[in-house]
């Protein structure tokens, strides 16, 4: 299995897992809503490494974010999800 890194941790996906079910897997704080790629409200940067999807997310994508309720890993991955932990300080809202 392929193994992501994070802000804060690094772990191997377990088989038929997704990112998402991973990150909660080993404690990180991610918001979702709908697991299926319609609400955008998991996405998280991807640094290096390269994911695809079984069907088109319907939600707009910058081309360094992923979904990762939805995504499928292709290989060793890189992320931030910084943006969706407790540090943020709003002034991205201000």
Known sequence: MHR???DKKSFQ???NE???EALERTGHKVEYQCRQG???LC???LLSGSVSYPEPPMVFLLSDEILPCCCKVEEDITISNAFNS???TGTLFE
Do not use: Q
């Open 86 to 88: 407790d540090d943020l």
């Open 38 to 40: 319609y609400c955008g």
């Open 18 to 20: 997704t990112l998402l």
């Open 4 to 6: 992501v890194v994070t």
């Open 43 to 45: 996405r998280v940067k």
């Open 13 to 15: 996906l377990e088989p």
